[in-house]
């Protein structure tokens, strides 16, 4: 394992030159204002009138056309969501600078081909292992949230450098920054999504809740039971791991999980995760993504409808409702 922190960050390699950031969501935010916080020349590239030009503007950054902003930039950070990225390196592409470093949060469009650099760019992944509001909020406080850097392409020598100042410049490095591959960020980064953090987790929430729906218990109580109580636990893994998780939770509790939880998620749901991976690996899901997106997304529409339209759903927007300390459902949207 490879760890570096800011001992080993020399910003000096971004100072005085520009960084535009494309795209100003959560991430592209916390990226640009913290870096602007450090020192550096940014400039924000995003559609002209829109919401977060708008957003750009009231934060106090510069803001710039896509194509404008990385006129003479020493790095381009593409913080636009997947599948986006193409058009927009397309549009830039000719404007680049000779020798700029491109820059990725998630390496899908360089791992998977999306996006073939000309040979004289660097390329870099910095990856907040976090959100951007979390980003930022660190940064503020005097500390940071730890990043992965990875080399794709190294043209000026100095690749890993200027990707190690970047992720100094948001606050990485104060938390430490490990080394990876594109390779390894992406399909860890997928898998993680499909198999356990996203897919895996509400896969298993709603059945849990089907299941004692469909025995004849409250459906408010089964919300409680599987959904609303999922956060202290989580909170309690974040924290400090399953040994935190069973310092907090009952004896009962524990021994349920010891007994029970093999038999749920057993060895032929590990099978089945390993066919996740191996989709991953084999670019079969980014083909499919991909192609998905050109066709319109209906079936990722259909999928979330039917996702949003479950009894899960209904019956925990109106007990979230009494729950003064959560956002309204509005917010969420």
């Known amino acids: 394992m490879k760890l570096y922190d800011e001992s080993h960050a020399n910003p000096e390699l971004l100072r005085g030159r520009r960084i535009a950031i494309l795209g100003y969501g959560s991430q592209g935010r916390a990226h640009a204002l913290n870096l602007r916080d450090s020192g550096h020349e940014v400039v924000v590239g995003t559609r002209e009138g829109g919401p977060t030009w708008q957003q750009a ?94 080399v794709h392409q190294d043209a000026s020598g100095d690749a890993h450098a200027k990707g190690l100042a970047y992720a100094q410049g ?102 089945r995760m390993r066919d996740v991976l191996t989709d991953i690996q084999e670019g079969t899901f980014a083909k499919n993504w991909v192609a998905e997106n050109k066709a319109g997304k209906p079936e990722y529409q259909r999928m979330m409808n039917e996702d949003l339209g479950h009894q899960i759903e209904t019956v925990g927007k109106s007990l979230r409702a009494r729950m003064s300390w959560l956002p309204s459902d509005s917010d969420e949207a």
């Open 57 to 150: 503007q009231q934060d106090g950054l510069t803001v710039m056309t896509p194509r404008d902003a990385v006129q003479d930039a020493a790095l381009v950070s593409f913080l636009v969501p997947d599948l986006t990225q193409p058009a927009v390196f397309s549009d830039v592409v000719e404007h680049l600078a000779s020798d700029a470093v491109i820059l990725f949060a998630h390496g899908f469009c360089i791992h998977f081909g999306e996006i073939e650099a000309p040979e004289n760019l660097d390329v870099v992944l910095v990856a907040p292992k976090g959100p951007g509001g979390l980003v930022r909020s660190q940064y503020e406080e005097g500390a940071g949230v730890p990043c992965l850097i990875a």
């Open 170 to 271: 948001i606050g990485g490095c104060r938390a430490g920054v490990l080394e990876t591959t594109f390779r390894e960020e992406t399909e860890t980064d997928l898998f993680g999504e499909q198999a356990v953090l996203c897919g895996g987790a509400t896969e298993l929430v709603v059945r849990g809740f089907e299941t004692l729906v469909e025995a004849g218990y409250q459906p408010e109580v089964a919300y409680f039971e599987c959904m609303h109580e999922l956060k202290l636990i989580v909170d309690l893994l974040h924290e400090g791991g399953m040994a935190r998780m069973y310092k907090y939770i009952s004896e009962t509790a524990s021994y349920g999980d010891m007994v029970s939880g093999p038999r749920v998620v057993d060895a032929s749901a590990k099978a």
